[in-house]
């Protein structure tokens, strides 16, 4: 089973902007809040281009979150969920890399 996204995960943009979550709740926690597929995901840092003008990655869209686990009503997030990084135009850019996450609880 993969392992569960909390605050405490490192997240990236394709291009190496840091993903910061702002989990909706706080309830659920393991070793710190796990993350849901509704909560805030704001890209900061990320260089992308599209010829000369800029085009960063600003926000996170998740397209597939855990299919069995839910926390206040929403599934949460695995190192497998599939999230989509968004331009400002709501473009999408690439997807959400996980570089690090809490490796003790799992979900499917």
Do not use: K, N
């Not at 943009?13 to 805030?40: E, F, K, M, N």
């Not at 704001?42 to 397209?63: D, E, N, R, Y």
């Not at 695995?78 to 690439?94: D, K």
Request: glycine share 10%.
């Amino acid at each position: 089973m993969p392992a569960l996204l909390t605050s405490a995960s490192t997240l990236m943009c394709p291009h190496g902007g840091t993903v910061t979550a702002t989990p909706g709740s706080v309830r659920a926690q393991a070793g710190a809040p796990i993350l849901r597929g509704s909560d805030t995901f704001l890209i900061a840092g990320c260089p992308f281009m599209i010829g000369p003008a800029p085009s960063p990655c600003m926000t996170v869209q998740w397209v597939e979150t855990a299919s069995r686990v839910q926390h206040a009503e929403d599934f949460v997030l695995t190192e497998a969920s599939l999230g989509l990084c968004l331009a400002a135009t709501q473009a999408p850019q690439g997807a959400v890399l996980v570089v690090m996450t809490q490796p003790d609880a799992q979900g499917l």
